[in-house]
């Protein structure tokens, strides 16, 4: 499974970015994830989608971000709205909890 991530960038506190995920493979994913990991940190989950839409999120992003996928086109989304400088990291796209992206890079000044 290849995953190429796109939609990161510079913005304001209290901004908004939508990073997708584009996903190349024949089979089908059963749980895709955005995680994120700011430097000297460690890479922490953000949020987590199944197939069949059963979502999970890191406490710090509940009620701000939204995750979403589209199985048929096997892409995943990540709209991220009321972001904090906190929020600055690299993020990264996961498939299966094996299959990793780049990532692309988030910065949120204050």
């Known amino acids: 499974v290849q995953l190429v991530e796109s939609g990161g960038g510079l913005v304001q506190a209290g901004g908004s970015l939508r990073l997708s995920c584009a996903a190349s493979?024949?089979?089908?994913?059963?749980?895709m994830g955005w995680y994120r990991q700011a430097p000297g940190k460690q890479r922490e989950l953000v949020a987590g989608?199944?197939?069949?839409?059963?979502?999970n999120y890191a406490d710090s992003v509940k009620g701000r971000f939204t995750i979403s996928r589209d199985n048929a086109k096997n892409i995943l989304y990540l709209q991220m709205n009321s972001l904090k400088p906190e929020d600055t990291a690299r993020y990264y796209c996961?498939?299966?909890?094996?299959?990793w992206g780049r990532g692309t890079q988030v910065i949120v000044s204050s």
């Open positions: 996961n498939a299966e909890w094996t299959f």
């Open positions: 493979t024949d089979n089908n994913i059963n749980h």
């Open positions: 989608i199944t197939s069949g839409g059963i979502t």
